[in-house]
């Protein structure tokens, strides 16, 4: 009785981390929204929805635990319709606040990492500007499944053949591979399986079905009826006397052709055939078709950043901590919608709008939509007539600062390589 309860736990947890899958109009997290489980009947009737896709490679999405999400740090945004979390609305979500004690200790760690830059300028001079730049990152994740038809040979020696006499051939969309079946968006996977009752076993082209071939060195280029038997040599240390001369005037029987002065074919032994490499002298091959399978993430990601936060790569952001303000699923997911706020709205079409195209062998699974807003703080210090900047991005404060530092010594001459990456 305990295990089954525990068993009808883990599947109540399983079902819940799949809470928005097949919702049309999904939004962000609510009071309300996140105590409504998805149910079994929904995920199947997203599955049956669409026509591009049986709803028994759907199946998987049910027995699978909520992967990781690329954010799995992250703080999850747990606000209402209009935003406001805590009393703050979603502009202000991301804002941090540091004092100038945590600045220079941070600076001075990020320093103290880099081989030849000096910690003085962030010990000593003077921060003259402290300023917030939040940043919003969006992704769409497509995640999909593509199958193709090739053609696979090798030698038949004998044995079973899955032909058509033992059913017919499954088509390549018909195969069952949930056993095979991923988490959701990992980046990629890829299997191959022969296709069910497709072999079919056939005479060998390079041979005839003989299972032989002329040799390629005593009869280069002739045809199998047309190759010749015991062909000879003359041998390379008796020059085909069958007689070794020596210096002294005498002579000797030829140890390598034993004095007859020529040598049968080393390849075949002047037989004029050898085996074919083909069919490896079974005469036949075996063909079938196996299907090659791929699931991959198609991404779709993009930054919405201040001039202030310009000069900073994409990719930090997409790798820095911060607050996830929407995270949907759905077969395809729809803009997300913000009460309070049009940029959002805006962003988050634009995002759906941009979303990679499918290959036209493979089939959608699941999207995932998410936006978040980062955290990003902009220092400024000077000292007389210098000054350089730096970022402390997301919630895990992590420093970025490219280009000018004030005390650098690496000239080239150490091992550090720093002034490649000026």
Same mark, same amino acid.
């Given at each position: 009785? /305990?295990?089954?309860?525990?068993?009808?736990?883990?599947?109540k947890e399983r079902w819940s981390s799949y809470q928005y899958i097949g919702r049309p109009n999904s939004l962000a997290p609510t009071?309300?929204?996140?105590?409504?489980?998805?149910?079994?009947? /929904?995920?199947?009737?997203?599955?049956?929805?669409?026509?591009?896709?049986?709803?028994?490679? +759907? %199946?998987?999405?049910?027995?699978?635990?909520?992967?990781?999400?690329?954010?799995?740090?992250?703080?999850?945004?747990?606000?209402?319709?209009?935003? +406001?979390?805590?009393?703050? $609305?979603?502009?202000?979500?991301?804002?941090?606040?540091?004092?100038?004690?945590?600045?220079?200790?941070?600076?001075?760690?990020?320093?103290?990492?880099?081989?030849?830059?000096?910690?003085?300028?962030? !010990?000593?001079?003077?921060?003259?500007?402290?300023?917030?730049?939040?940043?919003?990152?969006?992704?769409?994740?497509?995640?999909?499944?593509?199958?193709?038809?090739?053609?696979?040979?090798?030698?038949?020696?004998?044995?079973?053949?899955?032909?058509?006499?033992?059913?017919?051939?499954?088509?390549?969309?018909?195969?069952?591979?949930?056993?095979?079946?991923?988490?959701?968006?990992?980046?990629?996977?890829?299997?191959?399986?022969?296709?069910?009752?497709?072999?079919?076993?056939?005479?060998?082209?390079?041979?005839?079905?003989?299972?032989?071939?002329?040799?390629?060195?005593?009869?280069? #280029?002739?045809? *199998?009826?047309?190759?010749?038997?015991?062909?000879?040599?003359?041998? &390379?240390?008796? *020059?085909?006397? #069958?007689?070794?001369? *020596?210096?002294?005037?005498?002579?000797?029987?030829?140890?390598?052709?034993?004095?007859?002065?020529?040598?049968?074919?080393?390849?075949?032994?002047?037989?004029?055939?050898?085996?074919?490499?083909?069919?490896?002298?079974? #005469? %036949?091959?075996?063909? !079938?078709?196996?299907?090659?399978?791929?699931?991959?993430?198609? &991404?779709?990601?993009?930054?919405?950043? $201040?001039?202030? %936060?310009?000069?900073?790569?994409?990719?930090?952001? +997409?790798?820095?901590?911060? =607050?996830?303000?929407?995270? $949907?699923?759905?077969?395809?997911?729809?803009?997300?919608?913000?009460?309070?706020?049009?940029?959002?709205?805006?962003?988050?079409?634009?995002?759906?709008?941009?979303?990679?195209?499918?290959?036209?062998?493979?089939? =959608?699974?699941?999207?995932?939509?998410?936006?978040?807003?980062?955290?990003?703080?902009?220092?400024?210090?000077? +000292?007389?007539?210098? &000054?350089?900047?730096?970022?402390?991005i997301g919630f895990g404060r992590e420093v970025y600062l490219k280009g000018h530092y004030p005390s650098r010594f690496c000239w080239?001459?150490?091992?550090?390589?720093?002034?490649?990456?000026?």
């Amino acid at each position: 009785m /305990e295990k089954r309860e525990f068993q009808d736990e883990q599947e109540k947890e399983r079902w819940s981390s799949y809470q928005y899958i097949g919702r049309p109009n999904s939004l962000a997290p609510t009071a309300s929204s996140a105590r409504a489980e998805v149910s079994v009947e /929904e995920i199947r009737s997203a599955a049956a929805a669409s026509d591009r896709y049986p709803p028994s490679i +759907h %199946a998987p999405l049910i027995s699978y635990p909520d992967p990781q999400l690329p954010y799995d740090q992250s703080i999850g945004y747990q606000g209402g319709l209009e935003g +406001h979390v805590g009393g703050q $609305t979603s502009s202000e979500l991301g804002r941090q606040i540091l004092d100038e004690v945590e600045i220079r200790e941070l600076l001075i760690d990020y320093v103290g990492h880099r081989c030849c830059w000096g910690s003085r300028p962030a !010990r000593t001079w003077k921060i003259v500007a402290i300023e917030d730049c939040n940043v919003y990152v969006g992704t769409l994740e497509t995640f999909i499944e593509e199958r193709e038809t090739i053609k696979e040979t090798e030698p038949y020696l004998g044995g079973k053949v899955d032909g058509k006499d033992d059913g017919p051939e499954l088509g390549i969309w018909e195969l069952d591979l949930r056993s095979e079946f991923p988490l959701l968006f990992v980046p990629q996977k890829e299997i191959r399986v022969p296709v069910p009752h497709s072999e079919v076993v056939e005479k060998c082209s390079a041979c005839g079905g003989r299972g032989e071939v002329p040799c390629n060195t005593c009869n280069k #280029g002739e045809e *199998h009826g047309f190759y010749k038997e015991n062909q000879m040599f003359q041998c &390379s240390a008796c *020059h085909g006397r #069958g007689l070794i001369a *020596h210096r002294d005037g005498s002579d000797t029987i030829c140890v390598k052709c034993k004095g007859k002065g020529k040598l049968p074919c080393g390849v075949c032994g002047s037989r004029g055939l050898i085996k074919c490499a083909t069919c490896q002298g079974g #005469g %036949a091959l075996v063909t !079938r078709n196996a299907a090659l399978i791929r699931w991959k993430t198609l &991404s779709t990601r993009k930054v919405s950043a $201040t001039s202030g %936060a310009a000069s900073v790569p994409d990719e930090v952001f +997409h790798q820095a901590k911060g =607050v996830q303000l929407c995270n $949907t699923q759905a077969y395809q997911c729809a803009p997300a919608f913000f009460a309070d706020s049009f940029f959002l709205n805006n962003f988050s079409s634009e995002i759906i709008a941009d979303r990679c195209a499918v290959p036209p062998t493979a089939r =959608v699974v699941c999207e995932r939509h998410i936006i978040s807003v980062v955290p990003v703080t902009r220092i400024t210090m000077a +000292h007389r007539n210098q &000054s350089f900047s730096f970022y402390i991005i997301g919630f895990g404060r992590e420093v970025y600062l490219k280009g000018h530092y004030p005390s650098r010594f690496c000239w080239g001459l150490c091992p550090c390589l720093d002034w490649l990456r000026l």
